[in-house]
T-cell receptor, first 114, second 112 residues
Framework: NAGVTQTPKFRVLKTGQSMTLLCAQD?????MYWYRQDPGMGLRLIHY???????AKGEVPDGYNVSRLKKQNFLLGLESAAPSQTSVYFC?????????????FGEGSRLTVL | AQKVTQAQTEISVVEKEDVTLDCVYE???????LFWYKQPPSGELVFLIR??????QNEISGRYSWNFQKSTSSFNFTITASQVVDSAVYFC?????????FGKGTMLLVSP
């Protein structure tokens, strides 16, 4: 089983460039999430989706946009990258089970903005 | 808003020592779940345990045990007889209905 797959795994951008991170899950999960991980900060929620066609803001949404056009895919976009967006990005999904379902994570995408 | 505090930024122990990782949370939810995740040096996030807000029974799984005390809003994690392979960052997580809030993590270093 592939589980949760993130592409690309690594990317280097220049300030002002745009890019899209793709997250794909094959577990038919309703809920999908984008987190960023920075040293000493834990994982912080950027945006999330509770189903196809829906998105919502998390704790640190500024500078990012998302789309969930298909249930299995959750895209994270950076329209104009900034050095402050240098981070490791994790996508995760969980079942439609309210509080109980644990998160299944992708392997992470390391983004560097110069 | 939920908040998860892991006051211990880094803990260093020698192999075979017992170690407890502290987790304190704040929530307005009456129903919630708490999780622990492990992130080894390779970077992946590994689910360890889930506990619901109505179940205060302690749980033991091999060398791992968890102590949930609702009265003190704590969900502590103990590793007995630590091993070098336990070296990782450990995250305590609060789950509300839609979102999950992570603590900042505790880095555990187990030396031989």
């Amino acid at each position: 089983n592939a589980g949760v797959t993130q592409t690309p795994k690594f990317r280097v951008l220049k300030t002002g460039q745009s890019m899209t991170l793709l997250c794909a899950q094959d577990m038919n999960h309703e809920y999908m999430y984008w987190y960023r991980q920075d040293p000493g900060m834990g994982l912080r929620l950027i945006h999330y989706s509770v189903g196809e066609g829906t998105t919502a803001k998390g704790e640190v949404p500024d500078g990012y946009n998302v789309s969930r056009l298909k249930k299995q895919n959750f895209l994270l976009g950076l329209e104009s990258a900034a050095p402050s967006q240098t981070s490791v990005y994790f996508c995760a999904s969980r079942t439609l089970s309210g509080y109980t379902g644990e998160l299944f994570f992708g392997e992470g995408s390391r983004l560097t903005v110069l | 808003a939920q908040k998860v505090t892991q006051a211990q930024t880094e803990i260093s122990v020698v192999e075979k020592e017992d170690v407890t990782l502290d987790c304190v949370y704040e929530t307005r939810d009456t129903t919630y779940y708490l999780f622990w995740y492990k992130q080894p040096p390779s970077g992946e996030l590994v689910f360890l345990i889930r506990r619901n807000s109505f179940d205060e029974q302690n749980e033991i799984s091999g060398r791992y045990s968890w102590n949930f005390q609702k009265s003190t809003s704590s969900f502590n994690f103990t590793i007995t007889a630590s091993q070098v392979v336990d070296s990782a960052v450990y995250f305590c997580v609060h789950s509300g209905y839609s979102t999950l809030t992570f603590g900042k993590g505790t880095m555990l270093l187990v030396s031989p």
